[in-house]
C-alpha cells in the first residue's frame, strides 16, 4: 500500500527520506557489511553516528556547552522517576505544575522520592485540561529542587506558547511532544527531557538535556544505572545504548537541518496549525476544539464533532481517504490530529478538505 | 558491501532473513501505510505484533502460564537496578553468584537496595575469570529474597553448561547472552532476563520473564514506572514500549521457529562451539583459550594468540577475509568469537579456515 497521511500520537510519523535511507542502509550500514543495529556501539562506525547526532542536535537547538546531551532508555517516565533521585535530596521540596495527563504522570513518578506540592493544576471541576496556568501564576515554593512542567500535553492538545523565565528556579521541561518543534532558549532550563516517539525518532530512545551543574548534585541513594552523571560521563554508554533509535533520531536531526533547521520547521507547523484551527472554528460548531485559544497546541489538535454519533463515520470515511490515526485518546474522546514535523503541509491541507467534504454531507 | 560475518557481541548480527524482511516492511507494514515503528503501540496492528511475539517466546522455551513474560526498555543493567526494588523488603538480604564482569555489575546495581552478600565468586587472586563455580558448592544465606547468577559470561566466554536445581531459592539469572541458545526450564527460575542485543533482537529491549507469585511481593518504595506487576497488568504498555524493537525481535522469534526451535537451534551452536574450541585446542599452543572445560561457553569463544605481537595482523587479515568484529573485549584481550544464533555454521567454518591459514603464515 501507498503511504498514507499519518496523524498518530507517538509512536508518530516519520520523514519518508529518513526511512528510505534506513531501508536502503539496513542490511550494510556504509560499507560495515552489517547493519547499523549489528555493530558495537563502541566501534568507530557507531561512535560516528553518536557524536554526528549530538553535534546536530546541539545546532539544531543551539544546546550551550555547559549543558550534556544524554541519549538514554526508558521512555520519559523512567527520566520522570528519576528527577528526584538525581536532583533531590531525601524529602527535598519539588515543585509541578500539572495542565495535563503527563504534568499529573510527572507528579505521581517523583511522589515516592520527593516532597512534592502541585503548585499550580488546569484542572476544571469536571476533571477536564483546557488551558495553562500562565508562568505568571506559578508561585514556587522556597528552597526547592527544582520546578517541573510539561510544555506541550499530548493528550489534551495544549501548549505554553512562549517560554518560562524564571532564573531563579531549576526549571525541568518534559518536551516529549514539542522538541524540535520550535526554536527554544535552552538556558531558561534545567533539564529539557524528550521521549524520541514524537518528532526525534522510534520509541525506545529518551534525549535528556541538562545542565552540567546540576549533575554535580548528590541526589538520593541509587542504583549505579540511575545516575545521570555516569551516563554524562561515558557518553550515554554506560550500558549498551538502543543503538537502532539512535541512529534513526540522527537521521531525524540531519533531514531536519535539511529543512532549514527548527526555525524553518517552526513556520510550517505554525501554518500547519492555523490552518487546521481556522477550520475547526470555522466549521459553525460543527467541528469543536475545547482548548483556550492561547494555549492550543501546534503539535496535537484534538477535536469533537457536535454529534458524537458521527465520529464513526468521520474515521471510517477518514481512512479510506488516506488519512490515519485520527481517533481521539480515550481520556478526551473524540478525534486528535497530531501534526508534527513529519507530517507535511500536504497533509492537513488533505485532513482539511476531508472535514469540509464531511461536513457537506452530514452537516 | 556484501554482508561480512559478524562476530560481535552485541549488538550483535541479526538473522538475514529478518533483516530482509524488516526492510521489505519499513516504510509500509502489511498494508498499515506506515512502518511498524509508526503505528500506535494500542492500535490492532501493533497489539498483534506484541501477541505473536508473546505467543511464540513462550512456544520457543516452553514458558508456562504462571509466568508473565515482559518486554521492557532499559537494557538488563536497569533490571539488575529493579530486582532488589520488585523482589527484596528494604535490607533485606539476597545472594549473589559472580563468575565474570555481569555478574558483579548486577551486585553493584543492587547494593544500594538490599544487604547483598557473594555466596560464591570465581575470581582468581590475579583478577580473571576462568571458571564456574558448581551448583553444589553455592551455599545461600537463611532467609534471603533471591539468588543471583549469570548463566553466561559475555565477555569472559564462560557458561553454566547445566541448569541449577534449586528449589528453595528463587534463583534470578541474567541470561543476556545465552536465552534462546539451547533449551531451559524455566520452573528451575523465579526471574529469567535478558537483553535482546545478543539472540533476540537490536538492543532496546530487554525480555523479563517473571513467575507471577513473584509480582505480588511488596517490594520497596519506588516509582510506579519501576513496578514489574504494573507493566506485567498492562501487557509492557505501562508506557510506549521500544516498538520498532519490539517487532524486530518478533521476526527473530519466528525465524527460530522456522529452524526448528530452540533444541535445533542448540544442536547447531554446540558443533559450532565444538568445531571452535577443538581448532584452538589443535594448534600446538598457537592459540588459547584459558576457559576450564566445564565452563566453556557456546556463545562466547576468547582466544589469545601464543604472540600478542601478532594481533593486530589477525585482525586485519581478518577484516580483509570477511571476518568482522574479532577483537576481544579490554578486560581481557586478545580475540573473542560471538557466535549467536544468527551466526551461520559457515561463518565458524570460515573463520577456522582463516586461523590455520593464519598461524601457517605466522607460526
Same mark, same amino acid.
Given at each position: ?17 529518513? @526511512?528510505?535511507?534506513?531501508? /536502503? ?50 521512555? /520519559? ?7 528526584? @533521585? ?25 511522589? *515516592? ?66 522538541? @524540535? ?12 527531557? /524528550? ?6 525518532? *522510534? ?17 538520593? *541513594? ?119 514535523? /513529519? ?21
Amino acid at each position: 500500500m501507498a503511504r498514507q497521511y499519518n496523524f498518530a500520537a507517538g509512536p508518530a510519523a516519520l520523514p519518508e527520506p529518513v @526511512l528510505r535511507r534506513a531501508q /536502503a542502509e539496513l542490511l550494510d550500514y556504509r560499507d560495515e557489511g552489517a547493519s547499523a543495529m549489528e555493530i558495537s556501539h563502541r566501534g568507530k562506525a557507531f561512535i560516528e553516528i553518536a557524536e554526528r547526532s549530538e553535534r546536530n542536535l546541539r545546532a539544531l537547538l543551539s544546546i550551550p556547552d555547559d549543558y550534556a546531551v544524554l541519549f538514554l532508555q526508558g521512555g /520519559a517516565t523512567v527520566q520522570q522517576a528519576l528527577l528526584p @533521585l538525581n536532583l533531590a535530596a531525601p524529602g527535598q521540596a519539588v515543585d509541578y505544575v500539572v495542565t495535563g495527563h503527563w504534568g499529573a504522570t510527572a507528579v505521581k513518578e517523583a511522589q *515516592p522520592s520527593a516532597d512534592v506540592a502541585v503548585i499550580a493544576n488546569s484542572k476544571t471541576a469536571d476533571g477536564q485540561y483546557c488551558d495553562i496556568v500562565p508562568y505568571a501564576e506559578w508561585a514556587p515554593r522556597e528552597g526547592t529542587a527544582y520546578l517541573h512542567y510539561t510544555p506541550n500535553e499530548t493528550i489534551h492538545g495544549i501548549e505554553f506558547l512562549d517560554e518560562p523565565d524564571l532564573p531563579d528556579q531549576v526549571v525541568v521541561a518534559d518536551m516529549s511532544s514539542t522538541l @524540535l518543534s520550535r526554536p527554544i532558549d535552552v538556558r531558561r532550563y534545567g533539564v529539557i527531557y /524528550a521521549g524520541a516517539q514524537k518528532n526525534i525518532g *522510534p520509541s525506545g530512545l529518551v534525549v535528556v538535556i541538562v545542565r552540567r551543574d546540576l549533575l554535580e548534585r548528590a541526589g538520593q *541513594p541509587r542504583a549505579p544505572i540511575f545516575h545521570w552523571k555516569r551516563h554524562a560521563d561515558t557518553g550515554s554508554m554506560l550500558n549498551t545504548p538502543p543503538t537502532l533509535a539512535w541512529y534513526l533520531a540522527g537521521l531525524v536531526f540531519e533531514w531536519a537541518l535539511e529543512q532549514g533547521g527548527v526555525a524553518a520547521l517552526a513556520k510550517v507547523n505554525a501554518n500547519k496549525a492555523a490552518d487546521l484551527y481556522a477550520a475547526i472554528d470555522g466549521s459553525g460548531g460543527f467541528y469543536r476544539n475545547s482548548v483556550a485559544p492561547r494555549a492550543r497546541s501546534w503539535m496535537n489538535v484534538p477535536f469533537l464533532l457536535h454529534d458524537p454519533a458521527l465520529e464513526s463515520a468521520f474515521l471510517t470515511g477518514a481512512d479510506q481517504a488516506g488519512l490515519r490515526a485520527l481517533k481521539g485518546h480515550r481520556a478526551v474522546g473524540g478525534m486528535r490530529a497530531s501534526i508534527y514535523n /513529519a507530517v507535511p503541509a500536504e497533509a492537513v491541507a488533505a485532513l482539511i478538505a476531508y472535514m469540509k467534504d464531511f461536513q457537506q454531507r452530514h452537516g
